[in-house]
């Protein structure tokens, strides 16, 4: 299969669900390959760590598709988008990011431990009130949405009444993300936009007439203070970007994440005993199935990523999940395993865009996994779990399990052939 074919198929239905396969088809024609005219995709490891860290790049504004959509230019999920910081390159981006920077400090991250345990531990005992009589449960619905939303709204200022509305404005929102968008997905994104972006301007008005400990009044106050700092749009776009990326990526995360667990009952054991090993295994799961598998970068001058010519204006697709199985950095890259040394997955990216929330990310999740494992021992797939029909954002739609131990109507997913083996270390094996 030739490098454009990979592609076609991976930007399919069914690659858009299980991309690795394209992925590795992909790899079979360099860690750098062009697909199209001026247009170049990055499946390995090293190639995209230095894209990311690179400054002769740039985040582009531009879409990635060779179809061009219908009214992007003057869609409100697209200005949402590039007049964020997720899209701004130096000067503004530098300036934007320091302002909200302040509420992601490793000393602020770890004070929210406590406020992350207790929203986390209240969902795992509804959890278990729930499923007590076998029930089949959702994570997603009952524990991987409203975490990370919890945790997100306290910290933007959002009062819990309003925060159910929130779930489905930023997953219609995010599909803006996407490196190739369809006229009707565009037009689903820009409802999303608005809506979140006519929230934001209510709340921004309500900041303004009481200020509360939060990082809206944080950003209004910035915007109000010192004309240049943050305008108004960019203001409003940033407060949008914030909510999306704070809870779609840990949502991602925390599902993803669940399943490998599941489907590595020894592993997941080990982690029920020994809730320290938190860390080496959340390493482990953004890389093993990424939350975010997709990013971009245009070059600004000539380059050679991974040793392949690129012209100044050439854009770069980086598959971040392709990079996190690249066998030149990772031995075995298809098998999970939390003891894998120097492990540095790509998944919250590199360079100035490094993923601000990604501390805030690895701690929800460190202090989830051992939590429902230990609270609900009896935790089991209760079917295969479906993925959404989304590349950049990789997650589950709906993930079923069941809580009560007791239970015999339980299924027996597979583990993928792609994840199997012997694992290394202590609590190893396979489902």
């Given at each position: 299969m030739d490098a454009a074919d990979a592609m076609a198929y991976l930007f399919s239905p069914q690659g858009r669900v299980d991309p690795y396969p394209a992925y590795e088809r992909l790899r079979a024609h360099g860690p750098v390959v062009e697909i199209a005219p001026g247009l170049y995709v990055a499946t390995g490891y090293a190639?995209?760590?230095?894209?990311?860290?690179?400054?002769?790049?740039?985040?582009?504004?531009?879409?990635?598709?060779?179809h061009p959509v219908a009214g992007w230019a003057e869609s409100p999920a697209v200005a949402s988008l590039t007049g964020s910081m997720l899209r701004a390159n130096p000067p503004d981006h530098g300036r934007m990011r320091q302002l909200v920077a302040g509420a992601?400090?490793?000393?602020?991250?770890?004070?929210?431990?406590d406020v992350v345990t207790a929203q986390a531990t209240a969902l795992v005992a509804e959890m278990a009130r729930r499923g007590?009589?076998?029930?089949?449960?959702?994570?997603?619905?009952?524990?991987?949405?409203?975490l990370p939303i919890g945790v997100i709204c306290a910290l933007l200022g959002v009062p819990e009444a309003d925060r159910e509305a929130f779930r489905g404005?930023?997953?219609?929102?995010?599909?803006?993300?996407?490196?190739?968008?369809?006229?009707?997905?565009?037009?689903?994104?820009?409802?999303g936009a608005v809506a979140l972006r006519d929230y934001f301007r209510d709340l921004v008005e309500a900041r303004r007439r009481a200020p509360a400990d939060d990082l809206t009044t944080a950003l209004v106050q910035a915007h109000d203070a010192e004309a240049g700092r943050l305008t108004g749009d960019e203001l409003l776009a940033n407060l949008v970007i914030?909510?999306?990326?704070?809870?779609?990526?840990?949502?991602?995360?925390?599902?993803?994440?669940?399943?490998v667990l599941l489907r590595h009952p020894r592993h997941a054991a080990a982690l029920r005993d020994d809730p320290a090993l938190a860390g080496e295994y959340v390493e482990e799961l953004l890389r093993i199935d990424s939350p975010v598998q997709v990013t971009s970068r245009k070059a600004t001058v000539p380059v050679t990523p991974g040793g392949v010519p690129v012209p100044a204006g050439g854009r770069v697709l980086l598959l971040l999940g392709a990079g996190n199985?690249?066998?030149?950095?990772?031995?075995e890259p298809s098998r999970f395993d939390p003891t894998r040394p120097h492990n540095q997955p790509l998944s919250f990216g590199g360079g100035p865009h490094y993923c601000l929330g990604a501390a805030l990310a690895r701690l929800e999740a460190q202090v989830a996994f051992p939590l429902l494992l230990r609270e609900l021992p009896g935790l089991a797939?209760?079917?295969?779990?479906?993925?959404?029909?989304?590349?950049?954002?990789?997650?589950?739609?709906?993930?079923?399990?069941?809580?009560?131990?007791?239970?015999?109507?339980?299924?027996?997913?597979?583990?993928?052939?792609?994840?199997?083996?012997?694992?290394?270390?202590?609590?190893?094996?396979?489902?």
């Amino acid at each position: 299969m030739d490098a454009a074919d990979a592609m076609a198929y991976l930007f399919s239905p069914q690659g858009r669900v299980d991309p690795y396969p394209a992925y590795e088809r992909l790899r079979a024609h360099g860690p750098v390959v062009e697909i199209a005219p001026g247009l170049y995709v990055a499946t390995g490891y090293a190639a995209i760590d230095e894209v990311l860290r690179d400054p002769r790049y740039e985040v582009t504004h531009e879409e990635l598709t060779q179809h061009p959509v219908a009214g992007w230019a003057e869609s409100p999920a697209v200005a949402s988008l590039t007049g964020s910081m997720l899209r701004a390159n130096p000067p503004d981006h530098g300036r934007m990011r320091q302002l909200v920077a302040g509420a992601f400090t490793p000393r602020r991250v770890a004070a929210m431990r406590d406020v992350v345990t207790a929203q986390a531990t209240a969902l795992v005992a509804e959890m278990a009130r729930r499923g007590r009589d076998g029930a089949t449960l959702d994570v997603m619905d009952e524990f991987a949405y409203p975490l990370p939303i919890g945790v997100i709204c306290a910290l933007l200022g959002v009062p819990e009444a309003d925060r159910e509305a929130f779930r489905g404005w930023t997953v219609d929102f995010a599909a803006v993300l996407e490196p190739e968008i369809s006229d009707a997905e565009l037009a689903v994104a820009d409802r999303g936009a608005v809506a979140l972006r006519d929230y934001f301007r209510d709340l921004v008005e309500a900041r303004r007439r009481a200020p509360a400990d939060d990082l809206t009044t944080a950003l209004v106050q910035a915007h109000d203070a010192e004309a240049g700092r943050l305008t108004g749009d960019e203001l409003l776009a940033n407060l949008v970007i914030l909510l999306a990326a704070g809870f779609e990526t840990t949502t991602n995360l925390l599902g993803n994440g669940l399943v490998v667990l599941l489907r590595h009952p020894r592993h997941a054991a080990a982690l029920r005993d020994d809730p320290a090993l938190a860390g080496e295994y959340v390493e482990e799961l953004l890389r093993i199935d990424s939350p975010v598998q997709v990013t971009s970068r245009k070059a600004t001058v000539p380059v050679t990523p991974g040793g392949v010519p690129v012209p100044a204006g050439g854009r770069v697709l980086l598959l971040l999940g392709a990079g996190n199985r690249d066998p030149e950095r990772f031995a075995e890259p298809s098998r999970f395993d939390p003891t894998r040394p120097h492990n540095q997955p790509l998944s919250f990216g590199g360079g100035p865009h490094y993923c601000l929330g990604a501390a805030l990310a690895r701690l929800e999740a460190q202090v989830a996994f051992p939590l429902l494992l230990r609270e609900l021992p009896g935790l089991a797939l209760a079917g295969e779990p479906r993925h959404r029909t989304r590349l950049t954002l990789r997650g589950y739609a709906t993930l079923p399990v069941t809580v009560d131990a007791d239970q015999h109507h339980r299924v027996v997913v597979p583990v993928p052939a792609g994840e199997r083996g012997t694992p290394t270390g202590a609590g190893s094996g396979t489902p």
